[in-house]
């Protein structure tokens, strides 16, 4: 049972805008900023963007997050094919002194 | 650039101990924290712990005090990843992965490939 709840599965077609989100408590997700990874198939992890819409270079401006109290949102608008990957969250938690990650969403692009 | 590189797979028998590696270049090795994050079959990723280059201390998540010990060597820009007392349960893949700061915090903004760690007997 993961401490950070995400949906198992997003879908949409090409073009569409797809949210996913995640879902936490004031230890984490409420008092800190909220790290989302994009996992394609058979790869390693590689970071996408901060719930503070912060992006690193090479990522394109598709990927937007955000942040509300306790719950974060990962947005893709334009979706295209190569879209389809596991999404995580990811966030440091002050209860835990650990980094917690969300169950991940597995995002087909039909 | 920034890389990571781990070592390669290993098969090991329940009971054992198996010690993975991640070399870093491209970047000053003792400025930034070192992530161990572990990836069973089909499964998310599990945070396990961190270290620092700069005074070799060490974080470790609850779940895997007692039994997980990371270390590095500076003069060769390598952290390692010890697991004693393999069970079939901790067969994954095991990430290192870089931790770099962002405009309100931490993020980890570079992984190593994995190592896939199989315990059977």
């Known amino acids: 049972q993961s401490v950070l709840t995400q949906p198992p599965s997003a879908s949409g077609t090409p073009g569409q805008r797809v949210t996913i989100s995640c879902s936490g408590s004031?230890?984490?997700?409420?008092?800190?900023?909220v790290n989302w990874y994009q996992q394609l198939p058979g790869t390693a992890p590689k970071l996408l963007i901060s719930?503070?819409?912060q992006r690193p270079s090479g990522v394109p401006d598709r990927f937007s997050g955000s942040k509300s109290g306790t719950s974060a949102s990962l947005a893709i608008s334009g979706l295209q094919s190569e879209d389809e990957a596991d999404y995580y969250c990811?966030?440091?938690?002050?209860?835990?002194?650990?980094?917690?990650f969300g169950g991940g969403t597995k995002l087909t692009v039909l | 650039q920034v890389q990571l590189v781990q070592s390669g797979a290993e098969v090991k028998m329940p009971g054992a101990s198996v010690k993975v590696s991640c070399k870093a270049s491209?970047?000053?090795?003792?400025?930034?924290?070192i992530h161990w994050v572990r990836q069973a079959p089909g499964q998310g990723l599990e945070w396990m712990g961190r270290?620092?280059?700069?005074?070799?201390?060490?974080n470790y998540a609850q779940n895997f005090q007692g039994r997980v010990t990371m270390t590095r060597d500076t003069p060769v820009s390598t952290a390692y990843m010890e697991v004693t007392r393999l069970t079939s349960d901790d067969t994954a893949v095991y990430y290192c992965?870089?931790?770099?700061?962002?405009?309100?915090?931490?993020?980890?903004?570079?992984w190593g490939q994995g190592t896939l760690v199989t315990v059977s007997s």
């Open positions: 990811a966030v440091w938690d002050d209860s835990l002194n650990a980094w917690v």
């Open positions: 270290i620092s280059p700069n005074n070799g201390g060490t």
């Open positions: 491209g970047y000053t090795f003792t400025g930034n924290y």
């Open positions: 719930s503070l819409n």
């Open positions: 004031s230890s984490n997700i409420g008092s800190k900023t």
């Open positions: 992965a870089r931790e770099s700061p962002n405009s309100n915090g931490w993020w980890f903004d570079s």
